[in-house]
DNA sequence: TTGTAAGCGTTATCAT
DNA sequence: ATGATAACGCTTACAA
């Protein structure tokens, strides 16, 4: 931006008020009490006439916040947490909030990164969205003490102290597996995402919980970790699996893209889907509802997640004991099952 | 952000000197010449010591500037676009510049939201990456005639006074065409993206044209428009066009995605890759090194490419003839072909 | 009900 | 080679 076109002062001038008249009708507060219609309308056609814009920087430094939400994620590309994003920005808007983007790729160390973009001051509190690997709990844990929110989605908090949001993995786990069984199935593959990650195995956990209570015997029961969240993968693990021989009857995926991808390998082992294997997934990712055949799967309330986050994010500081949201998720049955 | 805690009059009380001598000194420029040594050191031990940053609000207000740039989209999920918007970022990063996301999903009309975020004078320029439907050219032209700078990418420039980067798409295009003829094939599909969409439409050109010129015939060749650059797009549309009774022999594909989509379907179909079907894509986004087959595709130079738009995002406001940069593409050779 | 003025932390333009 | 000081545009006591 340039210089600024029309300041305070400008609507004062042209207005016959003073700045701090001006200043104090553009944010509303006060107004209705302390100012005349007549003088507040008079300013608000001024405002709009010369079409006055406040200065986020000025208001910034006076105010020493900066309205902005700091995001850091390691993959941008995962559907599910694009969304998450996309949410979090609808719920942020109408509190004149944005969103300060930061690639974990491109921003060399994780904790040095961390910290210098704090230090860069750009930022009223820090979102950390997925598993953030090159982060450790300490490194969040010292961010945190160092008197800024901070926010996780998709990672377990280290602590009570910090923020979160997710859904009740374990359930979803349980929603999955219950349908599978309802369903007949007896040989369930469970699909992990990344090697360790604790969303997927919380979700294979209440899977197998689950399995377990039904009387399953372990044998029945096989876990894959396939490494990473993506349809490639999905596809490899199933793949060879199926080459090995096996033949379950119900893959229960820990996200979208990786079921989709073994559904892909299934349909090339001539495995009819949900005939000969029921596939449910977890997520609810646009792409979903499009796969071939649409795909049942446990759904997370992206929007709502995203607006708890965001509450959480501007939230007045409150001390130390912060909110832990955990959503249901839900079951949306398609065709897959 | 709290109030800063370390400020260049700290910095300054504390080293003896004031604060324009440590702004100075701080930010790099004239100190070789003209500040001693010695005090040099002196202050940037105590900068170092009390771990002052800048603060940008401030430097914003006194500056006329925010070393934000505006990144609008209309799909963050898009891979080629997400890796696309990292590397502008990495680019921008040397230069102290951050990405301020703006999703058009969030921002109710197009033209008021890329107005009202200008208005929030937050951002120095905009990046408007992809089809950005929503925002007609007069748009932008008239974003530009604000006195913003303005970058596209994955979009044509309306005129030449709007920035661009892009690949030579038509070239591209002549790559794959030329590949897929040079391996015998004959009955080609092309697998287009959005419907109307100028990057689709001028790959599809350049294969086109470059098919006509070896001589094939028009019945050979068939266009497919998928309605959109996801990967269960591109299995729908080749599988209609499959069970519909064709058999082509090869398929370029407009993107990656479309191009795992349509693999999938000629599996289902038991058709080998590559030996009954070629295929090639383009992007050569991540996922199509681990596609099954490795997908060969035409590459765009992501790297060079957020470098040349981050030069263009940042550059002194040179008139009116704004660089228009395309880069040529690449045929990277894997197992699909 | 409105005006006045003191900063917020920087940078840049003088002096010294 | 360094020190003062005036902006930058805004918010917020406090005065009137």
Same mark, same amino acid.
């Given at each position: 931006?340039?210089?600024?076109?029309?300041?305070?002062?400008?609507?004062?001038?042209?207005?016959?008020?003073?700045?701090?008249?001006?200043?104090?009708?553009?944010?509303?507060?006060?107004?209705?009490?302390?100012?005349?219609?007549?003088?507040?309308?008079?300013?608000?056609?001024?405002?709009?006439?010369?079409?006055?814009?406040?200065?986020?920087?000025?208001?910034?430094?006076?105010?020493?916040?900066?309205?902005?939400?700091?995001?850091?994620?390691?993959?941008?590309?995962?559907?599910?947490?694009?969304?998450?994003?996309?949410?979090?920005?609808?719920?942020?808007?109408?509190?004149?909030?944005?969103?300060?983007?930061?690639?974990?790729?491109?921003?060399? #160390? =994780?904790?040095?990164?961390?910290?210098?973009? @704090? &230090?860069?001051?750009?930022?009223? /509190?820090?979102?950390?969205?997925? %598993? *953030?690997?090159?982060?450790?709990?300490?490194?969040?844990?010292?961010?945190?003490?160092?008197?800024?929110?901070?926010?996780?989605l998709e990672?377990?908090?280290?602590?009570?102290?910090?923020?979160s949001v997710g859904v009740?993995n374990?359930?979803?786990?349980?929603?999955?597996?219950?349908?599978?069984?309802?369903?007949?199935?007896?040989?369930?593959?469970?699909?992990?995402?990344?090697?360790?990650?604790?969303m997927?195995?919380?979700?294979?956990?209440?899977?197998?919980?689950?399995?377990?209570?039904?009387?399953?015997?372990?044998?029945?029961?096989?876990?894959?970790?396939?490494?990473?969240?993506?349809?490639?993968?999905?596809?490899?693990?199933?793949?060879?699996?199926? #080459? =090995?021989?096996?033949?379950?009857?119900?893959? @229960? &995926?820990?996200?979208?893209?990786? /079921?989709?991808?073994?559904?892909? %390998? *299934?349909?090339?082992?001539?495995?009819?889907?949900?005939?000969?294997?029921?596939?449910?997934?977890?997520?609810?990712?646009?792409?979903?509802?499009?796969?071939?055949?649409?795909?049942?799967?446990?759904?997370?309330?992206?929007?709502?997640m995203?607006?708890?986050?965001?509450?959480?994010?501007?939230?007045?500081?409150?001390?130390?004991?912060?909110?832990?949201?955990h959503f249901?998720?839900?079951?949306?049955?398609?065709?897959?099952?």
């Amino acid at each position: 931006m340039q210089r600024q076109k029309v300041t305070l002062k400008d609507v004062g001038r042209e207005a016959g008020v003073t700045i701090g008249t001006v200043s104090a009708i553009v944010r509303g507060s006060r107004d209705r009490i302390f100012y005349s219609d007549e003088t507040r309308d008079r300013v608000l056609a001024v405002v709009a006439k010369l079409g006055y814009r406040v200065n986020p920087a000025a208001r910034s430094l006076r105010e020493g916040k900066t309205r902005t939400i700091g995001v850091m994620l390691d993959d941008i590309t995962l559907p599910f947490l694009a969304s998450l994003i996309c949410a979090v920005g609808k719920a942020l808007e109408p509190h004149g909030y944005s969103i300060l983007l930061c690639n974990m790729d491109a921003a060399g #160390a =994780a904790r040095e990164s961390l910290l210098q973009t @704090f &230090a860069r001051g750009h930022i009223d /509190a820090f979102m950390l969205a997925g %598993a *953030l690997t090159r982060l450790t709990d300490e490194d969040i844990l010292a961010v945190q003490q160092r008197g800024h929110r901070v926010v996780l989605l998709e990672r377990p908090a280290p602590s009570p102290v910090i923020a979160s949001v997710g859904v009740d993995n374990q359930a979803g786990g349980h929603l999955a597996a219950a349908k599978l069984l309802a369903r007949g199935c007896r040989r369930l593959v469970m699909l992990g995402g990344p090697a360790g990650n604790a969303m997927s195995q919380l979700r294979i956990a209440g899977a197998l919980a689950t399995c377990r209570a039904a009387g399953l015997p372990a044998a029945a029961l096989t876990v894959l970790e396939s490494g990473g969240w993506t349809t490639a993968l999905g596809y490899e693990s199933m793949h060879r699996h199926l #080459a =090995a021989g096996h033949r379950p009857d119900a893959v @229960f &995926a820990c996200n979208d893209q990786l /079921a989709i991808g073994a559904m892909w %390998a *299934l349909t090339a082992h001539q495995l009819a889907i949900p005939d000969a294997v029921a596939v449910i997934g977890f997520d609810d990712s646009p792409m979903a509802a499009f796969a071939h055949p649409p795909l049942t799967t446990v759904r997370q309330p992206v929007a709502a997640m995203g607006a708890a986050a965001a509450e959480l994010l501007i939230a007045p500081a409150t001390a130390d004991h912060a909110g832990q949201r955990h959503f249901p998720p839900e079951l949306i049955e398609r065709q897959t099952t």
